[in-house]
């Protein structure tokens, strides 16, 4: 523990623990989270209308062989202790058997994820650069017309919705032009140039709409810090504004930057049902959207959870880099 | 020879929300020789800052130089391109800034940011102005140069970092040095230190310098001439000498005054039944362990007794407790240990214990008026509040009764109708105390009421205040950093050292010695209104102290590593007890009050 600082009431956020402490107690919250969220998922996929059995046999199925049935899959017990098996299922990796597909739900997924995590990071190191560029050089110009231009730039990409960006993407570059491919589905990919052909639409739209929340984000951080007086005494001592945004205001600005982007980048992984549908990629959200037309429960379970864990794990991520880049809470 | 500064029909403005243009800064014009020291001073808002921010080609979002000329080693300022002022700053003229806790980025090391202009403007290679840096930093009598460098900002105290400042202005070695209010936020005794620091590498380099302050008796120390600024205009210039003892504006004779505060209201002799008694308080923050002390204990064994009509000084540097105190009559900071009894009758700790009528008999004052102040409501409706809360006042016994506060605190009645944001700092503080004076307290807990005032203003709500307890009978606890205000309206004094009660007494027996060896350093330590008061002063250094053992036990005499008349063998092992004089005074220490009086008085140790 650190020395207790003596006196002022503001000196309390200093009774925290250390930095590994710190780490273990976020990553111990984030796992309370997880078990919360799972009840609340498995509570509302409960309620949620229809029965896989019956959905499963179809209506001219007799009540003999959907109770059978039913049966076989443990619906007859009562939901808490559905929940404590599905639970103790998960600690140990098991997500469960599809109702429709019969095969496990973790080797559903694990088909799936791989190529749901390649389109977010794809879009994620296409739009973070571009984003955060956007946002620092309109908080430099603060003001003035290129931050002005950018501004109602930013704004018009949060007001498209992405199906239309997607729609006119698809109309242009594959039916008009044909450069393109409409579906990146088949694609098998061994080459760059193939790897550009499957991915750039769909990251196209996706940056469409992250861009803009994350520009918006940085230029409001940084120019958020470069009213402190440590940015006019940077100027006080000759430093040229290029050097004042980068070397002093950025490092500043860290903190809520990295919060920006682990939003924006959590929506990627499980926002895309849209743009995965349009462009029929064989994501995870695709497989999730499918298994709640078939109330097959165990995998819009695990989808949920994997979304949810995902989400925390970046916002983890952001609040390690905030702590990491302040000397005020790395030395204690 | 040429002055090394020369400012002439210097006019700067700035455009209000509105559109409008106002005038910050008109017609003002100087020279300063090389090797000078100019003071800039006046109130906030006269245009100090404006002015000496301009000398580096510099003015604030939404102002403009609009005219004038300004030269600085044969530059003109005002001509220079993009370029040319990139050069000028941090190269030719450095700027040293009031707050150093602000200026500094808090995620870059010291030693990055002091060096920082060198390398910008090339004039010396990272090692060689590393190398220059802790020079500076010794010369500038810094704990550890060769490695306080390594350290962030929030590793170091605040008159740490306001020499290392100017260690970050020197290293260039500037023509010209601008200092703008750079002690204004230190502790009295810790000003003295940076001032002596400043001072020596002023003179030693021969810098000529611009030092910005409000304070007259500082600037008495620090220039060689001054100019005095108030609403953007110089209203006089002249040497120190001509100005402080010899003033001929009216503006600068009010300065002159204010700088000494007179006493205010007739003492209190008679001991009538205590208002308020506090006994053997320990309160502090954080989780409360075993035996339900804090995890850092804030205030140890506090008595205090205010009798009715009475007002109570508490001082002392900042983090001593004394704004800890008053959270914790008010309420707001539950006490460890100890009782608080309030006319005679025991205060609960915790405000959810405490009726109406024990609120409304308390009230606090707060520091700073611009954030107590709800911006969105008008005066009226801010009064109206407490008002319908404690005594049950509304439509027009309310608005009567608004009409006669503001008249008590002395403002115009037009004054209910507007929002905190078109009144002066002034009217916002008798604002501030019209709403506890709403509530028809005994006891008014005054935190630093004027510290954010400028001194005429200040001084202005010190009679305000005496007239109050005069027509009202109202009682205060009054907190302060700075002796001369509580000396002025108090009848009684108490000092508090690291969360100690380490001296108390009257008015009158807290005018001479014997004073407790922290409450000395105190009063020595304000600076007066003299030329030569710096240079008179005997240095105390750490290495000069009497040597003592390792100081190992909780309950010793918290000023022990800074005391001068520390006598080992005592005072490192032995809680120091507490001496009572005859009348009242108390004071903590080893030290017989005999003794103390004798070495204060100026006889040898």
């Given at each position: 523990m650190p020395e207790p600082a003596r006196g002022l009431p503001g000196a309390l956020g200093r009774f925290r623990g250390s930095l590994p402490a710190l780490v273990v107690q976020r990553v111990a919250v984030g796992l309370v989270t997880l078990v919360v969220v799972s009840a609340i998922i498995f509570a509302i996929t409960s309620l949620l209308p229809g029965d896989a059995a019956q959905a499963i046999l179809g209506q001219a199925a007799t009540p003999e062989a959907v109770a059978a049935l039913r049966a076989q899959y443990g619906l007859d017990q009562p939901g808490p202790l559905r929940y404590l098996h599905w639970l103790a299922g998960l600690a140990t990796g098991d997500l469960g058997r599809s109702y429709t597909a019969g095969v496990p739900v973790a080797d559903l997924i694990a088909g799936r994820l791989p190529k749901s995590l390649m389109l977010a990071a794809t879009t994620a190191a296409v739009s973070v650069p571009i984003a955060l560029t956007i946002g620092i050089v309109s908080a430099m110009m603060r003001g003035g017309p290129v931050d002005r231009a950018l501004n109602l730039i930013t704004l018009c990409m949060v007001a498209v919705p992405e199906f239309l960006v997607a729609t006119i993407a698809v109309l242009v570059f594959?039916?008009?032009?044909?450069?393109?491919?409409?579906?990146?589905?088949?694609m098998d990919i061994a080459t760059p140039t193939q790897f550009v052909r499957a991915y750039a639409m769909p990251v196209f739209t996706l940056c469409f709409v992250i861009i803009a929340q994350m520009a918006r984000m940085t230029r409001a951080a940084v120019i958020d810090q470069l009213s402190a007086s440590y940015v006019e005494m940077a100027l006080l001592k000759g430093a040229r504004p290029a050097r004042v945004a980068l070397r002093h205001a950025l490092p500043n600005a860290i903190g809520p930057i990295a919060n920006a982007v682990a939003l924006s980048v959590s929506y990627l992984l499980g926002g895309v049902v849209i743009v995965e549908a349009i462009f029929s990629y064989p994501g995870v959200a695709t497989l999730m959207v499918d298994a709640v037309t078939n109330r097959d429960m165990p995998i819009v379970q695990g989808c949920a959870m994997i979304f949810c864990a995902g989400y925390l794990l970046l916002v983890l991520a952001a609040d390690l880099i905030a702590i990491a880049a302040n000397p005020r809470l790395r030395h204690r | 020879m040429d002055p090394l500064v020369r400012v002439e029909g210097l006019r700067i403005t700035a455009r209000k929300p509105t559109g409008e243009a106002a005038v910050l800064v008109d017609d003002v014009g100087f020279e300063i020789p090389k090797g000078e020291v100019l003071a800039l001073i006046g109130e906030s808002g006269s245009g100090k800052t404006t002015v000496a921010l301009s000398l580096l080609g510099y003015a604030r979002p939404?102002?403009?130089?609009?005219s004038g000329r300004i030269v600085v080693d044969g530059i003109d300022v005002l001509s220079l391109d993009d370029e040319g002022r990139y050069g000028l700053r941090g190269r030719k003229v450095a700027y040293i800034a009031q707050s150093a806790a602000a200026a500094f980025n808090p995620m870059k090391p010291l030693m990055d940011q002091v060096i920082e202009a060198a390398l910008i403007h090339g004039t010396a290679t990272r090692a060689a102005a590393e190398a220059k840096a802790v020079a500076l930093f010794a010369d500038l009598a810094l704990p550890d140069p060769g490695g306080i460098g390594r350290r962030y900002p929030h590793q170091v105290s605040g008159g740490q970092l306001q020499r290392l400042m100017a260690a970050m202005a020197l290293i260039t070695d500037p023509g010209l040095v601008v200092l703008d209010e750079p002690t204004t936020a230190l502790d009295v005794t810790t000003q003295i230190e940076v001032l002596r620091a400043f001072r020596a590498v002023v003179r030693d380099r021969g810098a000529t310098a611009v030092y910005v302050s409000h304070d007259l008796a500082v600037v008495a120390q620090m220039a060689d001439r001054i100019v005095v600024l108030n609403g953007g205009r110089a209203r006089e210039s002249g040497t120190v000498d001509q100005v402080i003892n010899h003033p001929r504006d009216e503006y600068t004779r009010r300065l002159v005054a204010a700088a000494a505060p007179q006493p205010r209201g007739e003492p209190r002799g008679a001991v009538e039944t205590p208002l308020l008694e506090v006994r053997a308080l320990v309160a502090g923050y954080g989780r409360l362990d075993r035996d339900g002390l804090p995890a850092a204990r804030v205030l140890e064994d506090i008595d205090l007794t205010i009798a009715r009509g009475a007002a109570v000084g508490v001082i002392g540097e900042s983090g001593c407790g004394k704004t800890t105190l008053a959270r914790v009559i008010a309420g707001l900071v539950p006490a460890a240990r100890g009782d608080v009894r309030f006319d005679g009758q025991p205060l609960p700790t915790d405000l959810r214990h405490r009726s109406r009528e024990q609120f409304r008999r308390i009230q606090i004052v707060f520091q700073n008026a611009d954030t107590v102040?709800?911006?969105?409501?008008s005066i009226e409706r801010i009064l109206a509040r407490p008002l319908a809360f404690y005594r049950g006042l509304r439509g027009e016994a309310a608005r009567a009764r608004i009409a006669q506060l503001l008249d008590l605190v002395k403002l115009p009645a037009s004054v209910a109708s507007r929002r905190p944001s078109e009144l002066s700092g002034g009217q916002k503080q008798r604002v501030n105390l019209a709403r506890a004076l709403a509530a028809d307290p005994d006891l008014i807990l005054c935190d630093e009421v004027t510290s954010a005032l400028d001194t005429v203003v200040g001084a202005a709500i010190l009679d305000l205040l005496a007239d109050l307890r005069r027509e009202l009978g109202v009682s205060y606890l009054f907190i302060s950093h700075d002796i001369s205000t509580v000396r002025a309206v108090c009848d009684e004094v108490v000092v508090l050292y690291a969360g100690r009660k380490v001296d108390a007494g009257d008015r009158a027996a807290m005018g001479h010695p014997p004073f407790h060896p922290y409450a000395d350093l105190l009063i020595a330590s304000v600076p007066a209104l003299r030329i030569g008061w710096l240079d008179a002063l005997p240095r105390r250094l750490a290495a000069s102290l009497p040597p003592v053992g390792e100081a190992l036990d909780e309950g010793l005499c918290p000023f022990l590593p800074r005391c001068a008349v520390r006598r080992a063998g005592r005072c490192d092992t032995t809680p120091a007890p507490k001496q009572v004089l005859p009348g009242g005074r108390e004071i903590l220490c080893h030290v017989s009050l005999d003794e103390l009086a004798r070495i204060q008085s100026g006889g040898a140790a």
């Open positions: 594959a039916v008009k032009l044909g450069w393109l491919s409409a579906l990146s589905n088949a | 939404g102002c403009r130089i609009e102040l709800n911006p969105a409501h």
